[in-house]
């Protein structure tokens, strides 16, 4: 007899996080290492190259993504996310809800898919 076990991207693992009464997330989280990469929303009108920007995700759901990169980031701003790759890619635009200073020239992002 087999058993069948479902797989999950070796960067993905389910958040260890209780969800507290005072979080107002509507799907759990997932925790993830991965490398993302941003891209304006407006690249296609651009007239030059635009190149993506490298982001350290440290957290994905079906409703949006936490993550830490160098560049702050105004909340309301649009742009699209790059997480992985082939079969397991997620391409998504993104809106920025909140922009928080960590450490020193590091802004941790929290983005609703839209």
Excluded at 37 to 47: G, P
Excluded at 72 to 87: D, L, N
């Amino acid at each position: 007899m087999s058993t069948r076990t479902s797989i999950k991207p070796s960067h993905w693992v389910q958040s260890s996080t209780k969800t507290s009464e005072s979080d107002r997330r509507r799907r759990q989280r997932m925790a993830s290492s991965a490398i993302g990469y941003l891209v304006n929303d407006d690249y296609e009108l651009s007239e030059t190259p635009v190149e993506p920007w490298e982001v350290r995700v440290h957290d994905v759901s079906r409703h949006g993504v936490g993550f830490v990169t160098s560049e702050q980031m105004k909340p309301g701003a649009i742009c699209r996310i790059r997480i992985g790759h082939g079969p397991l890619r997620l391409a998504r635009r993104m809106r920025v809800v909140n922009c928080k200073a960590e450490g020193q020239n590091l802004f941790r992002i929290g983005a609703e898919f839209a």
